[in-house]
């Protein structure tokens, strides 16, 4: 009888470990529909309507104002590891000044770029202190001017 219960605790935590494991799935940013990105037509459309379609973009151009970016993206994460894109989608819609629609592009993933960030650090003036004198270092200095306005 013992043995059987051995083998029902070990299953029970294996299969809670494994559950741990389940690849998570995420939307983040606009949903992009296919069919209304086809229906907006430069010339007809403006600034309202691509707006009415889409809703708000994600970015505005920040050196051209008259051109609205809509990015979505789909990721998946497995356990505790970095999410990865699995696929990404940016639309480009584009205005000319009195706010009708000049051009519409649509892009995925590929011009995406992974950026690493370096390992190397950024040299500080001052004394490099260690762990236990950032933390207990300040004991005693605080208040220790006396009462101001004495």
């Known amino acids: 009888m013992k043995l059987g219960f051995t083998k029902v605790t070990t299953v029970a935590v294996a299969a809670l470990l494994v559950t741990g494991c389940a690849a998570m799935r995420a939307h983040k940013g606009s949903v992009i529909d296919s069919q209304l990105v086809t229906s907006i037509q430069p010339g007809v459309d403006n600034q309202a309507s691509v707006e009415k379609l889409l809703g708000r973009p994600t970015f505005v151009g920040q050196f051209a104002p008259n051109q609205w970016i809509y990015v979505a993206r789909d990721t998946t994460q497995l356990a505790f590891r970095n999410p990865r894109v699995t696929r990404q989608t940016t639309l480009v819609v584009n205005f000319d000044n009195a706010g009708n629609v000049t051009s519409v592009n649509q892009s995925g993933k590929e011009l995406a770029?992974?950026?690493?960030?370096?390992?190397?650090?950024?040299?500080?003036?001052?004394?490099?202190?260690?762990?236990?004198e950032e933390l207990f270092g300040n004991i005693g200095s605080v208040n220790s001017g006396g009462i101001p306005g004495q």
Do not use: C, D, I, Q
Request: aromatic residues 10%; proline residues 10%.
């Open 113 to 132: 770029m992974n950026l690493e960030p370096t390992s190397r650090k950024t040299p500080t003036m001052g004394k490099k202190k260690s762990f236990f």
